[in-house]
């Protein structure tokens, strides 16, 4: 299992370096795994003038899977678009045709108190929320600003072909079978065409899955939903901008940002695994940063593109039994529980993976 490992800027190195410790605490026992280091984003302007270096961007393609920290930071904030280290990730999502992203939201009973709805309404809450990320509104042709009967017009366009739709339903769907077999498809097929399509394919994919109770959502709907009774659903499909919004609604869920893994899969379930959180410049350096989002994305990797589930579900247990033991870095630390630096949760979770 070759993985490429990208830590990137802010708080990526100190993150990704816990998440490695876990990895080498299973080589140790004799899990076949090869690491190789590459920077992207800030680091990779810095390295080689381009935030995804041609060198960076090998190494991923040739991997099995991709581990990344977290881009960009104030000093790169000048830049031309073009070098700007955001750019070096969407680059790689695309170069790699990761076109199924997936993002859990999962409450720590412990962590309720996090959480900013009311603890009835989050405890206990396990969703997934599985958004198309390569098409949609953020690719589609033509888009542009242009003067129209003497003003400027900004426009984009909202695409999506069948086949695109199908390869996302057929990930969603494999996913909801391993889950609660519930999946609830979101769109706004009441004013969009795009959505009616949308609808009318997930229901044809649908034949294939008899056993997955399949329901449609208007994204506006869904947002309130989330919000009112996020426990109704077990899991969600829907496109690239609207998958975008709501599972960034959904991460406040579960309390805090620096818990949430994800996995960006392709069509073969190669995957680049990577916490929700961005860079964190404001605590980079310090120590300070909560690993656990990072080191939860390698238990994706694990699951996903390893089909590894033992492996998968024995980190994951590893990170429950550090935060039952009371174990919290500062954005998720509470009245009466100890305070943990990002190399130390990290330790804590290799000695709870110790068989
Ligand atoms: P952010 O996610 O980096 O930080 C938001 C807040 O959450 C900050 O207060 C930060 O300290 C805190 N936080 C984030 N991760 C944490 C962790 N693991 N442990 C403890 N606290 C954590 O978002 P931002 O401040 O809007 O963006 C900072 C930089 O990151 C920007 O350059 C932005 O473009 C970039 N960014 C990158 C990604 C990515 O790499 N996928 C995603 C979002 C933002």
Redesign the pocket.
């Known amino acids: 299992m070759k993985i490429a490992v990208l830590p990137?800027?802010?708080?990526?190195p100190e993150?990704v370096a816990q998440a490695v410790k876990v990895l080498e605490a299973l080589r140790a026992e004799g899990a076949k795994i090869e690491m190789e280091t590459a920077p992207i984003?800030g680091a990779g302007y810095d390295a080689a003038g381009d935030p995804l270096p041609e060198a960076t961007l090998a190494l991923a393609g040739a991997a099995d899977a991709v581990l990344?920290?977290?881009?960009?930071?104030?000093q790169?904030?000048a830049l031309d678009r073009p070098l700007r280290?955001?750019r070096g990730?969407l680059r790689i999502r695309k170069e790699l045709n990761l076109f199924a992203n997936l993002r859990p939201a999962l409450l720590y009973p412990e962590l309720a108190g996090a959480s900013s709805l009311k603890p009835e309404v989050v405890s206990g809450l396990d969703l997934m929320i599985v958004r198309e990320l390569t098409g949609d509104v953020y690719f589609g042709q033509p888009r542009g600003i242009e003067v129209r009967n003497g003003e400027r017009v900004g426009f984009n366009t909202m695409l999506y072909s069948e086949s695109e739709v199908r390869r996302v339903a057929h990930v969603a769907f494999g996913i909801a079978m391993k889950r609660g077999k519930k999946l609830c498809s979101v769109e706004k097929a009441n004013v969009l065409e795009c959505s009616e399509l949308w609808k009318e394919v997930m229901i044809e994919v649908s034949k294939d899955y008899p056993e997955v109770a399949l329901s449609h959502m208007y994204v506006d709907n869904a947002a309130m939903q989330l919000i009112r009774a996020p426990k109704q659903f077990d899991t969600m499909v829907t496109g690239n901008i609207f998958g975008d919004i709501l599972s960034d609604a959904a991460s406040m869920l579960s309390g805090?940002?620096?818990m949430l893994p994800s996995a960006s899969l392709d069509e073969h379930n190669k995957g680049m695994y990577?916490?929700?959180?961005?860079?964190?410049?404001?605590?980079a350096g310090k120590n300070?940063?909560?690993?656990l989002?990072t080191i939860l994305s390698v238990a994706m990797m694990y699951r996903y593109t390893f089909a590894d589930l033992a492996t998968a579900d024995r980190i994951e247990n590893a990170v429950k039994k550090v935060i039952a033991q009371g174990l919290r870095?500062?954005?998720i630390w509470t009245e009466g529980a100890r305070k943990v630096s990002c190399s130390e949760m990290g330790d804590a979770v290799v000695n709870a993976l110790a068989r």
């Open positions: 990137g800027d802010g708080i990526g993150i984003g990344l920290g977290a881009v960009g930071g104030p790169y904030d280290p955001e990730l805090s940002i620096g990577e916490p929700i959180h961005g860079s964190a410049p404001d605590i300070l940063a909560n690993p989002a870095t500062g954005d």
